[in-house]
């Protein structure tokens, strides 16, 4: 599979932004979904994770947890990070990444990866 990241921007502390993953192929449902961030000279950061099916089972890192949301569109085979509430310490490259039946918080545990969508967000 494919993913293409995308909806980074500019945001000012407080303001809301939301993210896509677009997959190409077949059978979106069996994927098991994350998003990470990385900012430079550190190691990718787990944000949260959506497991694959109906999308029910989600968790959040501590720091995004009742700001960020994750869902999916299985019918669009699209991924979702709606932001909320940003800060100045979200500032990061955002990755989307898929595994078959994955559910995991290790960056290592996914097979596939979208190419990064940056967000800033300004003081």
């Known amino acids: 599979v494919q993913l293409q990241a995308s909806g980074g921007g500019l945001v000012q502390a407080g303001g809301s932004l939301r993210l896509s993953c677009t997959a190409s192929?077949?059978?979106?449902?069996?994927?098991?979904m994350g998003w990470f961030r990385q900012t430079p000279g550190k190691e990718r950061e787990f944000v949260t994770v959506?497991?694959?099916?109906?999308?029910?089972?989600?968790s959040y890192a501590d720091s995004v947890k009742g700001r960020l949301t994750i869902s999916r569109d299985n019918g669009k085979n699209t991924l979702f990070l709606q932001m909320s509430r940003l800060r100045p310490e979200d500032t990061a490259v955002y990755y989307c990444?898929?595994?078959?039946?994955?559910?995991?918080?290790?960056?290592?545990?996914?097979?596939?990866w979208g190419q990064g969508t940056l967000v800033t967000v300004s003081s």
């Open positions: 192929g077949r059978a979106f449902s069996t994927y098991g």
């Open positions: 959506i497991g694959w099916g109906d999308g029910r089972v989600t």
């Open positions: 990444a898929a595994g078959i039946e994955r559910y995991s918080f290790k960056a290592a545990d996914y097979n596939y």
